[in-house]
């Protein structure tokens, strides 16, 4: 059954009727743009806050403390108390640096993300831009990225950053095959790019059930090379603390360090969003097949909470990582993508486009 | 500056500053690498930074003032510290000391023990990534650093040994308290084991890390856990035993391969091993003296002594050189970490930076114990 | 070995080593600085002696000479000797380094550089080790005059 109250584009479609009504017709596309880009850029930066909040919450949990607990209510606006002091702090630009390529490195960072958030499906009907090519969209612009790793390391005029972002680059680009590759897999069995055709192929199930063997593993390989992309985790030897001081942001101070610090968690985001829209079924509640008293019943819980459910386990999944497991070696790293994961998936996708040509899914 | 070597195929080396404050050198120490991209070609520690002339002032001070000394060298085994000084002032004097104090002082010793080799393995998993490591290992270096407060008076610098003895009577709790931490750990170390050691990333990450052969730690003095892991074995207190340890029933811990997997499970097997110390010791503490009579001012016979004790890190070395007055002519120590760090860079030679890291979490060292 | 055997090994090999008697617990003997090295390296190489581990390296600032003392154990024997060396030359002491024989030798040596002044010839990196580049002077010798950084009661 299809609840339509929890449709939000009717909602939407109300407000555009609103504009379009009071205002002559460009200014008020223009408005409903300003209105977009605006609630865009604010969820954006509260989602920072409020990831960035949990993860010393959830790193607080492993290490038996208790993590922020003074400001605001259970340390609720910790956060928003460290980027104030962030943003009052004096921004100190190294001498020899290269002033251009130093302030722009934290902007392209914070960019990626910005973007690719439009194109995220988060509820029935809640979507800034649902491109036909949003998967590959998607993909495509958060490799911009590495360019902001790549340029802060470099302009910076600091061996411990060279070293670091040259680590990270690496690291980088060559996750992106495996992730690119697992991300194939559902597309070839979905037969789409689209997030919103991704999604309805997923109302008889989720592609995690539904499509058993290949899925699995991509899933494991796209998890494994998630983290991996975003730095985090056993994979965060770029800025390896105990190893060279904070690595390609070592140099920055201040709100370019904010950007540094939100983007990483803005990308944790993005690619548990896609982790859970593209396996998980993204906001469609867990339907089993024909089962209808039970898909009705899983229609009551509104899909947004659906998908916030999701995306915190997955959240907090990735963390338990980050706190439990030791670092790997740069080397050891790159192995273990060139010779483990890469094979792996490229047999995968051949074994997907088998299972998906011969109909041997549920 | 020093001259850039330009290699045949046009690469340089590089030099890099692990500068006295950084993460991870534990203590004030200052590395200076040579690098060719990320291989380790020279490793040159400078030391110095937390130089306090000990064995200068030990000059001035009379003997029971060098104890206070002693606790601030190597602080996480200050206890043994303490325990070698007093013993070479009375083997010096020839004073028997009453069974009471030996038992305390041994099982005094193991605690310190533990207690530095859980915040080893906290620092370790910290320094390779895990940072949850650091409080789990912190953690149990609390409870003991409690059980100390309580009877010596102090978390850190404990002062509780003193030529003749232990300075006052054990607390009547902490017999007690010991059981029950003992009861606790057994349950604990396995777990922390099997944390690390039974993690992929943490053996690939140690296992076949700065080699370092047997001849060569006897060439460079390595003692403690890291030597045994080569396959030196000299335990003082198995070699020359000190206390009571020969009376006690405990094994040495001997590994052949020489590398970082080594020397971890060398300290984990050494905990083990104290472990079953104090169990045989805990209930058996005589009856009696805590301190023998000895007199106010203590002046040395003239001559040499020198005596040698077992700390966390290695073998320490106390020489005095007495001419008959209240201070010393000349006090030497031998401490561990300073013959330790001298491997370092036979062992880092041919690795990455992230292998310089593993091996020196590995090889402990304290700085202070290695400046004086 | 036991001390006696270990005394008339030694003896049989140098016979005009002075044995000290008095006022240590280890067997010591005084060697002149010129045989230092043959000393040394006839007691690590040799197998019955094979004292391989030298765990202390100091220097002693009498009155009237430095002494330097190596005290030197057998890692597989258990025996331990102490070797003792005398410069009457308080302006300009100088000695062989052992540092080819016994890697942990050289630091040891350094520090004692920094701290009394001993130059070891041939040693590969002779360099004040605890204290900075530029110090002045010598301090753990017993004429060292401070009246900045030591304060005497």
């Keep these: ?362 | 500056m020093e001259e850039t070597i330009i290699s045949p195929d046009g690469t340089q080396e590089y030099f890099i500053n692990m500068g006295p404050q950084h993460p991870s050198t534990h203590g004030v120490l200052r590395l200076v690498l040579t690098l060719d991209g990320e291989i380790i070609e020279k490793v040159e520690p400078h030391l110095g930074y937390i130089h306090r002339s000990i064995e200068k002032m030990c000059e001035k001070d009379n003997y029971r003032q060098i104890i206070h000394l002693t606790d601030r060298m190597d602080y996480l085994s200050a206890h043994m510290n303490n325990h070698a000084v007093s013993l070479a002032i009375e083997n010096a004097l020839e004073v028997e000391i009453p069974d009471r104090a030996k038992y305390i002082r041994v099982i005094m010793d193991e605690l310190t023990r533990i207690s530095s080799h859980t915040l080893w393995w906290g620092v370790m998993g910290m320094d390779l990534g895990a940072i949850t490591s650091f409080l789990y290992g912190f953690r149990d270096h609390e409870y003991i650093t409690e059980i100390f407060e309580e009877t010596c008076g102090a978390r850190l610098t404990m002062n509780y040994n003193v030529p003749g003895g232990v300075m006052f009577d054990i607390h009547p709790n902490f017999v007690k308290h010991v059981k029950d931490f003992l009861a606790d750990f057994k349950t604990k170390l396995p777990e922390y084991d099997t944390l690390l050691s039974g993690n992929v990333i943490f053996l690939e990450r140690t296992k076949g890390v700065g080699i370092l052969s047997k001849e060569d730690a006897i060439s460079f003095g390595v003692t403690g856990p890291a030597g045994r892991a080569s396959g030196f074995s000299n335990d003082v207190r198995k070699k020359e035993p000190y206390g009571i340890y020969d009376q006690l029933d405990f094994k040495e811990i001997l590994y052949t391969d020489g590398d970082t997997y080594s020397r971890y499970k060398a300290r984990i097997d050494e905990m083990w091993e104290s472990i079953k110390i104090i169990e045989q010791l805990i209930d058996n503490i005589p009856e009696g003296d805590f301190q023998a009579k000895t007199r106010k001012v203590i002046k040395l016979p003239k001559g040499e002594f020198y005596q040698k004790v077992e700390t966390a890190r290695g073998e320490l070395g106390v020489y005095i050189v007495s001419d008959g007055k209240m201070s010393p002519y000349r006090m030497k120590f031998r401490s561990p970490g300073f013959s330790n760090l001298s491997a370092l860079d036979r062992m880092a030679r041919g690795g990455k930076i992230a292998d310089l890291v593993a091996i020196m979490s590995t090889l402990d060292l304290v700085v202070p114990d290695i400046d004086r | 070995m036991t001390n006696e055997e270990l005394t008339n090994t030694i003896t049989s090999w140098f016979p005009d080593v002075e044995f000290i008697e008095e006022g240590s617990q280890y067997l010591t003997i005084l060697v002149s600085k010129e045989k230092l090295l043959d000393v040394i390296s006839k007691l690590k190489e040799d197998t019955s002696t094979h004292f391989d581990y030298m765990f202390c390296l100091t220097c002693v600032d009498w009155p009237e000479h430095f002494q330097m003392v190596y005290h030197l154990k057998s890692s597989d024997l258990d025996h331990m000797l102490v070797l003792k060396v005398n410069f009457e030359d308080k302006e300009k002491p100088e000695v062989e380094t052992v540092c080819k024989m016994y890697a942990t030798a050289e630091l040891h040596e350094r520090e004692v550089y920094d701290l009394f002044g001993v130059v070891f010839l041939n040693h590969p990196d002779l360099r004040r080790l605890l204290l900075t580049d530029d110090w002045e002077g010598y301090p753990l010798r017993k004429d060292y005059v401070d009246e900045i950084n030591i304060v005497t009661l």
């Design chain 1, 1 to 362: 059954m299809y609840l339509s109250i929890y449709d939000f584009s009717s909602f939407f479609q109300s407000i555009d009727n609103w504009l379009t009504s009071t205002f002559p017709e460009p200014i008020a596309s223009i408005i409903a743009w300003i209105l977009i880009g605006v609630s865009a850029i604010a969820f954006t930066a509260l989602l920072g806050l409020s990831l960035v909040y949990a993860e010393r919450k959830v790193a607080a949990w492993f290490q038996l403390r208790i993590g922020p607990n003074r400001v605001g209510f259970q340390g609720v606006l910790q956060t928003v108390a460290d980027i104030t002091k962030l943003i009052m702090k004096e921004p100190l630009t190294p001498g020899t640096s290269d002033k251009f390529l130093y302030n722009l490195a934290p902007f392209l960072m914070m960019l990626a993300p910005f973007i690719v958030i439009g194109a995220l499906p988060y509820a029935d009907g809640l979507q800034v831009m649902d491109l036909n090519v949003g998967v590959f969209f998607v993909t495509a612009v958060s490799s911009i990225g590495v360019l902001g790793i790549l340029i802060s390391g470099y302009s910076s005029n600091n061996k411990y950053s060279l070293i670091g972002s040259m680590r990270s680059g690496a690291q980088v680009v060559s996750y992106e095959l495996s992730a690119g590759l697992a991300i194939m897999v559902i597309v070839v069995m979905s037969g789409s790019l689209q997030f919103s055709e991704i999604i309805e192929a997923q109302r008889d199930g989720w592609w995690i059930f539904k499509g058993h063997l290949p899925v699995w593993i991509a899933f494991v390989v796209f998890i494994i090379a998630g983290t991996a992309e975003t730095n985090r985790g056993p994979f965060d030897l770029a800025e390896a603390e105990s190893e060279l001081t904070a690595g390609f942001h070592t140099e920055y101070s201040g709100i370019k360090f904010a950007f540094f610090f939100l983007a990483e968690y803005v990308n944790l985001f993005i690619i548990v969003v896609l982790a859970a829209t593209l396996f998980l079924g993204g906001w469609m509640p867990l339907h089993i097949g024909d089962w209808e008293a039970f898909n009705n019943i899983a229609d009551i819980i509104p899909p947004i909470f659906w998908f916030i459910g999701k995306v915190s386990a997955l959240i907090i999944l990735i963390m338990w990582f980050k706190w439990t497991f030791p670092r790997l070696r740069i080397d050891q790293l790159l192995t273990l993508e060139w010779k483990y994961l890469l094979p792996i998936s490229l047999v995968n996708i051949v074994l997907a486009a088998f299972i998906t040509l011969t109909g041997w899914h549920f």
